[in-house]
């Protein structure tokens, strides 16, 4: 599926974005581990206790707790997506 402008792309994802969390189950369901990519990701950065994040694209927000995990209570994590749709999920996992 092609996009001609973000727009197109915008839409897209604010309709998926109610159902997003439930695509990425389907995928751990069928096999595919995303998690473990996922966390081996966020390992790979080295992230401290106490260091902010930011995240773009955050989408639903699969890795917040990811990140919490490694920056901890003093740490903060910014999200950033294009859809207010996406935040909107985003912000429930805090």
Known sequence: MAFSDKTSLSALYRRRAKHYDVTANFYYLIGFREQAYR???????????????????????????????????????????LTDAMLEQAGRRV
């Open 39 to 81: 966390e081996k990701a966020v390992q790979a950065l080295d992230f401290q206790s106490g260091d902010t994040v930011v995240e773009i694209g955050c989408g639903t927000g699969l890795n917040f707790s990811l990140l919490q995990n490694y920056v901890g209570p003093e740490g903060k994590i910014i999200g950033v997506d």
